[in-house]
């Protein structure tokens, strides 16, 4: 039915396997609600301020931990499951972790007070309340959101890695092994840095509806792998020796160059925010547009582009796509076109609620001083 497609390989389950496939994200969940709960972590004070203090809201960090855990877990089988259960069971999760979100998200939104949004069906996909925070402040559901989508993220990769080898053996794409690497890399860079996600756009402005729980466990956990689907059922390419490091070598350096940019462009907000007169790493001196009590950077990456962040994701997700070697076949890109597609609309949004955020005016002048959204010269 799926040859076509090429990916008739991830419904071959047993109907006892397909079940369990359906129901493995609501034991991840639970496992990592537990886990998060259980662990110590390290408490911090964010940048949303707390309403009923008045104070920076304090969050527990202890994603690196969950992380480390989870990996050791998967790789030694600890639970008894396979190493390739994730890849194998991918299509079966994705649908019962979009059943089980639905009904969190119910709860998540119709168990708070109504906000600004009346439709019952706008408010169930935006969301009402902007934190949800339990146990006296020791679990924090945005920061559940990340911690289980990308550990996910990294455990979906390298569940379809270890699928990849015991298909073809000697014969294995070393672009998949790379391809899981660059995404373990991405997922374990972020909890290095995790303080720095308590300073970005979704832990300040998004509210906790379906989008959001949806996007973080299940888009974030289970499809952010999408090129996977099909590439894992090729074996190497079959280029020369020179030609694969060429390859391999190139595509690792695009994705690195990607992953500086975005990593420094989101610290040097970050440094800003907490410390508005340093300079970042030494030598980029703040320069910004003052806006009331509120500061809009425009110097050093932010004085390139507005959102220069998102052009760092581009070309990391455009290294995606060359990884797997096989050039031509639309699996390969369906992340990056996803990325693209994404961040193209997203930077329209961005700059909406930055006008409202800083007053049209300031903005216009932010927008005049910075000419380009995301690639300086081009866009």
């Known amino acids: 039915m799926f040859d ?35 662990l110590p972590g390290r408490r911090v004070t964010g940048y949303v301020i707390n309403p009923d203090t008045g104070e920076p809201r304090s969050y527990k960090l202890n994603g690196i931990l969950v992380f ?4 050791v877990v998967w790789y030694f089988e600890v639970t008894g499951m396979p190493r390739d259960w994730f890849y194998r069971s991918t299509i079966y999760a994705i649908a019962g972790g979009t059943v089980f979100c639905v009904f969190f998200s119910l709860y998540a939104v119709f168990s708070q007070p109504k906000g600004r949004i009346q439709n019952p069906f706008i408010a169930f996909w935006e969301g009402r309340a902007l934190e949800l925070p339990y146990f006296n402040g020791r679990f924090d559901l ?4 990340y ?22 053996g000697a014969d294995f794409n070393p672009g998949v092994f790379l391809y899981a690497g660059f995404l373990t890399f991405y997922v ?24 959001l729980i ?13 090129p996977l689907w099909g590439m894992a059922a090729y074996p190497n390419p079959g280029f020369s020796t020179a030609w694969t490091y060429v390859w391999l070598i190139g595509t ?18 970050y440094t800003f925010k907490r410390w508005p007169e340093r300079k970042f790493l030494g030598f980029m001196d703040p320069k910004y547009i003052e806006a009331g009590e509120r500061k809009i950077l425009c110097s050093g990456l932010w004085g390139a582009a507005r959102h220069f962040n998102y052009l760092g994701e581009g070309f990391a997700s ?55 959204r995301i690639l300086p010269g081009i866009y």
């Open 4 to 38: 076509w497609l090429g990916i008739n390989h991830l419904f071959e389950l047993s109907m006892t396997e397909a079940i369990a496939g359906f129901f493995t994200p609501l034991a991840i969940f639970a496992a990592f609600f537990l886990v998060q709960l259980i």
């Open 68 to 71: 480390v855990i989870a990996v």
């Open 142 to 145: 945005k920061m559940y959101l």
């Open 147 to 168: 911690v289980v989508g990308g550990t996910m993220l990294s455990l979906n990769a390298l569940s379809g890695a270890a699928y990849h080898y015991e298909r073809f």
């Open 188 to 211: 374990f860079d972020y909890f290095i840095f995790e303080r720095v996600q308590l300073y970005t756009y979704d832990l300040i402005h998004e509210h906790l509806g379906f989008k």
């Open 214 to 226: 949806w996007g973080g466990l299940v888009i974030y956990g289970w499809l952010y792998i999408l």
């Open 252 to 269: 690792a350096a695009l994705f690195l160059i990607g992953w500086g940019i975005s990593r420094g462009a989101n610290m040097q907000k």
């Open 318 to 372: 455009f290294s995606i796509g060359l990884v797997f070697g096989y050039f031509a076949n639309p699996w390969a890109w369906t992340y990056f076109v996803f990325i693209v597609s994404l961040f193209t609309w997203r930077q329209r949004v961005d700059e909406a609620n930055c006008a409202e955020k800083y007053g049209a005016e300031k903005w216009a002048e932010y927008r005049e001083r910075v000419k380009y």
